[in-house]
């Protein structure tokens, strides 16, 4: 009798490692212990009053409008209207037929929107950039769809530019290997923060443009900037598809609702895999979703952000006072509401066991204060996931002050650790 067991597709996926590190503080949380939750990128808000309240009016409203039935494919079109008039608000350059209400799809969260976008432009075998530091769904969700990956290494300041883009197309030229097909990339950045500038955006556009890379340009973290303006890919390129979700800067994490904007030649692909993957968003969640950009709404959006500053600056000042940890082992943080460091060589002793997984391991058991190793986030094939970490603040002010005041009380005793580990080696 032959056997039955998964599929070697769902079995070399790896698991997400923050919802792992999230798993074990919520069983000691549930234990009784305070447990301060610095490892997942949720905002500490709930979704803004007016889209509660506009969810509520719906669902008890009369019976039609109660109802929750099924909406086109590609969403509402009243929502996809507001979108579309948010980029030609916001993003003035950008050529009008890129962002028509016709190029814009609702979408189950960005994670819906990353699969449609894979599927839609991508086949088996195909090879796909992304980061060295980045997102690590997009390597997960490529590889069980049957994509390689090109992981291409980001320069001194943690971004993917032109430039390195360009030397890995050389490479694989004068290597004979595969061209790359796509390329995708977060910018403000998951987990590094940093952010391309208009003009490093625009480089890369080109560059894909004319080597024939399909660009999904991952816009998620857009509104949550401190002092730099974002820039969209849409304004440098036809072919770019965007990718954003109401999770992050509209603070709708579990409302499972995002968007995309996406190219001409796309249209219909995109369509047709929305309709049997997804059939559509979350109905309730496009509903309340148009509350959005209603001027209360976007006050009270802007206080987050005003939160989210303060406690940027205050992690920032605190790693300042830890002369283990030199500046340039701390990414830019220019926006998002992540700090991602490196370690360096000095502070772990990996032939030991103690490197950034132990270090934040420990932390959560002795502290109570929950922050992400990076091998979540690098390159499986290096070494540095296991030298950097990421702390979020999306989780609030007094939440920071207490998790870098247990950290720094922590610290002192890893770098012992360490220490005396090296020793012996």
């Not at 929502?79 to 950008?94: A, G, N, P």
């Not at 090879?127 to 060295?132: D, I, K, M, P, R």
């Amino acid at each position: 009798m032959e056997s039955i067991h998964p599929s070697h597709r769902s079995l070399t996926v790896k698991s997400f490692k923050v919802m792992d590190v999230l798993q074990r503080a919520n069983q000691l949380e549930a234990s009784g212990r305070t447990i301060y939750h610095c490892e997942v990128g949720q905002p500490e808000s709930g979704a803004p009053k007016n889209v509660a309240q506009a969810a509520v009016s719906a669902l008890t409203g009369s019976p039609s409008e109660a109802r929750m039935g099924y909406t086109d494919a590609f969403g509402l079109k009243p929502l996809r209207q507001k979108i579309s008039e948010y980029y030609k608000t916001k993003h003035v350059d950008v050529p009008e037929e890129r962002i028509g209400l016709d190029r814009v799809v609702i979408t189950t969260g960005s994670s819906g929107g990353f699969l449609l976008a894979f599927t839609a432009c991508f086949d088996t075998g195909d090879v796909v950039a992304v980061a060295s530091s980045g997102y690590p769904c997009y390597r997960n969700i490529l590889q069980a769809l049957g994509c390689d990956l090109a992981n291409v290494p980001i320069n001194d300041d943690f971004k993917l530019t032109a430039a390195e883009l360009r030397k890995e197309i050389q490479e694989r030229e004068n290597a004979g290997n595969a061209r790359l097909k796509g390329l995708i990339l977060s910018s403000p950045s998951n987990p590094t923060g940093a952010m391309l500038s208009a003009e490093e955006l625009k480089d890369l556009c080109e560059l894909c443009d004319k080597e024939g890379i399909r660009f999904l340009s991952d816009e998620i973290y857009h509104g949550i900037t401190y002092g730099k303006k974002e820039a969209t890919a849409l304004e440098y390129s036809s072919t770019a598809i965007v990718i954003n979700s109401f999770s992050k800067y509209y603070s709708m994490s579990g409302w499972r609702l995002g968007w995309m904007v996406v190219p001409s030649d796309l249209l219909d692909p995109i369509n047709v895999l929305q309709q049997n993957m997804f059939i559509n968003a979350p109905t309730i969640s496009q509903t309340a979703a148009m509350k959005c950009w209603e001027p209360d709404t976007i006050q009270e959006l802007e206080g987050h952000i005003a939160k989210y500053r303060a406690s940027r600056e205050f992690i920032l000042k605190e790693l300042e006072n830890i002369k283990e940890i030199p500046a340039k082992n701390v990414a830019p943080a220019d926006g998002g509401f992540y700090v991602y460091i490196d370690l360096g060589e000095d502070n772990v002793a990996t032939e030991a066991g103690l490197g950034s997984t132990e270090m934040c391991r420990s932390l959560l058991e002795e502290e109570g204060v929950a922050f992400t190793p990076g091998t979540d986030f690098e390159d499986p094939s290096g070494n540095l996931g296991d030298r950097r970490f990421r702390i979020s603040y999306a989780g609030g002010t007094n939440t920071i002050q207490n998790a870098m005041g247990r950290f720094r009380q922590f610290w002192s005793g890893w770098v012992k650790r360490v220490h005396e580990a090296k020793q012996k080696i």
